[in-house]
């Protein structure tokens, strides 16, 4: 599966951005998909994920801000940001996990990354 990460921007703290994920290559509903980041300075992190039977999992410092959500008919993942705030900047990366990558526990592929930039 080849990833494609768009939807970054700068935004207010407090606005909001939605990002995308489209997916091409491979059958898309049999992935796991979801969202890291890496702030500046910062080790990579996990923020959302949703499996292929659509659960979802948050990391804490975005629950009840952040929603995942798939299209399965257009293979795509998206990342609805709500509430922004300045610690939110970061390079967001999407991943798909096919069913055997999700079986020993890697990320099957990657997207470029889209950078996201919170202002106070």
């Known amino acids: 599966v080849q990833l494609q990460a768009s939807g970054g921007g700068l935004v207010q703290a407090g606005g909001s951005l939605r990002l995308s994920c489209a997916a091409s290559?491979?059958?898309?509903?049999?992935?796991?998909m979801g969202w890291y980041r890496q702030p500046p300075g910062k080790q990579r992190e996990l923020v959302a994920a949703i499996g292929s039977d659509g659960t979802t999992d948050y990391a804490d410092f975005v629950k009840g801000r952040f929603a995942i959500s798939r299209d399965n008919t257009k293979n795509t993942v998206y990342l609805q940001m709500n509430t922004l705030k300045p610690e939110d900047t970061a390079i967001y990366y999407c991943?798909?996990?096919?069913?055997?990558?999700?079986?020993?526990?890697?990320?099957?592929?990657w997207g470029q990354g889209t950078l996201v930039t919170v202002s106070s």
């Open positions: 290559g491979g059958i898309f509903s049999d992935n796991n």
């Open positions: 991943y798909a996990q096919s069913p055997w990558a999700a079986m020993i526990g890697i990320k099957t592929s």
